[in-house]
C-alpha cells in the first residue's frame, strides 16, 4: 500500500501544475458563456497571453510586467471577439476560430522577427519568472509526518503564486456569480438578454464586461504557461489547452466549483497518464497513454450524449442580441 | 558496374563542370521543429553557414509551417535548379521520395530516414553509439541509482536513443534503475516543454537525478526543471550543455552540422554519392559534449571510461543494439 500512496501524491502535486491553465481558461470561458458570448478563442488568447508574457517578462525581468502584459494583450483580443460578436452581432464561431488562427500565426511570426528563435521567446532568468512558493515548513513536514506531511509538501505547498491564484478565484467567481448584482445581470443576461434590457439595463456593455473577465483569465492562464511552468514562450505552447477547457466547461454544466473539480479531474487525467506510461496497472495490465490523453473527450461525449445527467448551456449562448425584430 | 557506371559519369560531369560546380546553390529544408531550435534544425543551419563561409556561395532554405508544405517547398528548390536538396527530419520522407522520383537529375538529400532512390543520400545516424556514451555517463554521475530518459514523439528512432542509453548506463551499473517516459504520438510533443518538465519532476521524484532527453524544444523544459531541482540533465542533438552551465551532465551531439556540410561540398566537389552515408562515432557522426560548461562534471575517471567505451565501440569490441533492427531493446 506503501508505494500506491509514495506515487499517487506525486501525481496530486502534478496534477494540480497541469489544471491549472485548464482552470483559468474554463473560468474565462465560464464569464462570457454565462453572457451569452460563446468562445472558441480561449486557445488563441491564452497562447497570445504567453507570448506576450514571455516576451515582456524577457525585456523586464520582471514577471508582474509580463502578466500585465498578457492579460492586456488578451483582453484586446477579447475586445476584437466582442466587437465582431456583440457590436456587430457577427457569428461567435467564426470570431473565435479567426481569433485561434490570428494568435497562432502572429506568436510565431512575432517571435521569430524578434528574436529569430524559430518563434520562441528568449529563456528566461529565474528573477523574471514566478517560481514556487515552499510553504514554511514543508522540509520538516514531508520528513516528519509521514502521508499527511507529504501531502502538505507535495500537494500544498510547492506550487507558483499563479496557482494559489487560481484556488482563490474558484469561491471568488461563485460569489461574483451568485451573490452579486453584477452577477444576477451576467446570467440574466446570458439566459433571457430581452428581460435585462427591458430593465433598461444595456445587454451590450455587460457582454463587453463578461468578455474583458474572460481576456483578463486567458491572459494569466498564458502567462502562467510561458512564465511560471516554463521559462519562456515556445511555438503553440497551449497545445490545445483551451479546448480541453471548453470541455471541462461543458462537463461542469457551467459551474463554478463542478469547472474547478473538473479541471482537477482533467488536470489528474493528464499526470497520471504520464506517470503511468510503460508501468503495468494490477489487473489491467498495460495501459497505452492514448486512453489518457482521450479521456477527456470521451467523457464530455459520454456526458453530451446524456450519460451522466444533461448538460444545459445558457439559454441566450450563441446567439447575438438584437433589440428588436 | 553500376558504380562504374556512375564512377565515369561523375568524373566526366567533373571535367566538364569545373565552372559549373561552382555555380550550385544548395537548397535546406528544415522541418517543424524550426531552424533555431536550438539542436538538430540548427544543427543543419549551422552546417549550411559553414559552407556559405567557406565557399562563398549563397544557400536557399525554407522553414515549413505544416505538412503540407513539405512537398511543394522541395518542388520549388528543384524547379529553381538548387542542388543538392537537403530534407531535415525524418517526417520528410514521404515528400521526398515523391519529388525526387519527378526530377530524377536533381541531388536529394535526407536526414534521419531512408529514400531509396538512385538520386537521394539517406544520411542516418548511430544515435544509439552516442546515447551509449551520454548513458555510461549518466549512471557514473547517478549518486541513487536511478536516471530518466524523456523522448518526444513515441517513434522507433527515439526508441533507439532511450535502448542504447540503458545498455550503456547497464554496462556500468546492471542494477541501475531506469525510468522512461514519451511526451506523445503526434508532432505537438516535440514543441511541449509544460508537460517535458512534468515528466521530468515525475521522475525525479521516483528518485532519478540525471535525466536525458530526446524530445527537441520539449527538452528545453526538461533541462530546465533538472536545474531547478538541483538534478542533471543530459541534452540531445546541439551542444546543450551552454543553456544551464554546470546544471547540464553533457549533450549527445548528432553532427548535422557536418553532415549537411559534406552533402553541399560533395555535390560542389564532384564527389556526389547517392545511397547510405551512416554515422556514427567512427565517423564523428555522434558525439557526447565535453567543454568548459561541463568539464566539473566530468571527472577524468568518467572521462577516461567514456573515451575507453567509444574506442571499444568504434573497434567493434562492444556492440551497441540498434533498437530499429529488431523493434525490440534486450535491455
Redesign the interface.
Known sequence: MDTVFDSLIPVLGSSVRLSIPLLFACFAGLFSERAGIVDIGLEGKMLAGAFAAGAIAHHAGNPWAGLLAAMGIAMLLSLVHGFASITHRGNQIVSGVAINFLAAGLTALLGQAWYGEGGRTPQLPNTARFLEITWPGAETARASYGEIGNFYANVISGHSILVYAAFLMVPLTWWVLYRTRFGLRLRAVGENPHAVDTAGISVGRLRYLAVLVAGVLCGIGGSYLAIAQSGGFVKDMTAGKGFIALAALVFAKWRPFSAMATCLLFGFLDAAGSRLQGTPLPFIGQVPVQVFQALPYVLTVILLAGFIGKAIPPKAAGVPYTKDR | MLRTTLGTLALVIGMAGTVLAADIEPAVLYDI??????GF?EGAFNGMEKFKKDTGLAYREF?I?NDAQREQALRNFAKKGNSPIIAIGFSQAAAVEKVAKEFPDVKFAIVDMVVELPNVRSIVFKEQEGSYLVGLLAAKASKTGKIGFVGGMDIPLIRRFACGYVQGAKSVNPNIEVF???T??TG?AW?????G???A??QI??GADVVYHAAG?TG??VL?KTA?KGKLGIGVDSNQDG?YPGKVLTSMMKRVDVATYNAAMDVKNGKWSAGFNVLGLKEAGVAYAYDDFNKALITAEMKTAADTAQADIIAGKIQVHDYMSDKACPF
Open positions: 521543429g524550426g531552424k533555431f531550435d536550438k534544425n522553414e509551417q522512461q517516459n514519451m506523445g504520438t505537438a514543441n511541449d516543454p509544460v508537460k518538465g512534468e515528466l519532476v515525475s521524484e521516483r524544444a528545453l523544459g530546465q531547478e543553456i
